[in-house]
């Protein structure tokens, strides 16, 4: 039976793209790493990865057993969490994705409560606003509010995202209120630089209506600041304006003919087998506090 740690190292290398890197994912000395690595290819007598002072990649041995050894952590998994039952707490290294905005105002909030609860849990989150291969990244869990497109991975839906159109008072003063979809097409709309197209829910069906204004992003965040500043319209989810919408800072743009398409919030992981109970538990934290703020 091949060490389950020294497979666990392979996967985590092959997705770092380096040993070093690895070895800090998985809180190794990189000589224990070494050392992990070198007594695998010992019992298998063949080299898993060239190795030189720049680079690191898996040799045709290498890329051969990759699949298996993935294969093989998700089979014991699986068999711990069979065993453990769904009560059972989380324990190891959790992986969390999800974009700067959602991750600072509902995910980050919940992790102190969740690591209190589960003391042998230790937990990674990465924030950003472009969509992650959370495979490639070695990710055990990604939230989106997208709908996935990737079949490979599983998602679930656990809750909705309903969005608003809102602007600054500053900027309805200056500019005045739209009142259907052509007249927002002539307004200074505020859209991430990838995506100029905003989906609405006009006459029974989904459209995508072309915006455009002076100012783009790729963070959600930066659109945000800027809304506020009275730079134009935005469409954003509920959660994310809720406040601002409460106390005045931003107000609702109405349209007559349309509304903001809907999108999901999916908490969406790598595997089709059981999920660990440090993925299940943590999904269930993020849908739990969802439903405290809805």
Not at 13 to 42: D, I
Not at 141 to 152: E, F, G, H, K, N
Not at 191 to 209: D, L, N, Q
Request: net charge positive; hydrophobic share 50%.
């Amino acid at each position: 039976m091949m060490d389950l740690g020294a497979l666990t190292l392979l996967v985590e290398t092959a997705s770092a793209g380096s040993l070093a890197a690895a070895a800090r994912r998985l809180r190794l000395s990189p000589m224990a790493a070494s050392r992990l690595l070198a007594g695998l290819e010992r019992e298998l007598d063949v080299r898993l990865m060239h190795r030189s002072t720049r680079a690191l990649s898996l040799t045709d041995e290498g890329l051969a057993l990759l699949p298996h050894a993935r294969a093989m952590l998700e089979e014991h998994a699986a068999g711990l969490a069979s065993v453990r039952g769904k009560g059972a707490g989380a324990s190891g290294l959790l992986r969390v994705t999800t974009s700067h905005a959602f991750g600072r105002q509902m995910v980050a909030p919940l992790v102190a409560g969740f690591m209190l609860a589960n003391p042998q849990v230790q937990v990674d989150l990465q924030l950003t606003d472009s969509v992650v291969d959370i495979i490639a990244e070695g990710m055990d869990l990604a939230i989106r509010i997208v709908t996935p497109s990737d079949s490979s991975l599983v998602g679930r839906r656990i809750a909705d995202s309903p969005r608003v159109l809102v602007a600054a008072p500053a900027y309805l003063e200056r500019c005045g209120s739209p009142c259907d979809l052509a007249a927002l097409q002539q307004h200074a709309c505020l859209t991430v630089s990838a995506a100029p197209h905003w989906g609405f829910s006009a006459g029974g069906e989904i459209r995508r209506v072309k915006v455009a204004g002076r100012f783009t992003a790729n963070s959600i965040d930066a659109l945000h600041e800027v809304c506020r500043g009275g730079l134009g319209i935005a469409n954003f989810s509920s959660w994310n304006v809720r406040d601002d919408l409460a106390t005045g800072v931003l107000r609702q743009v109405t349209l007559a003919d349309a509304a903001p398409e809907a999108l999901g919030i999916w908490a969406v992981y790598p595997t089709r087998r059981m999920v660990p109970a440090k993925v299940r538990l943590f999904i269930d934290a993020v849908s739990a506090r969802l439903k405290e703020t809805a």
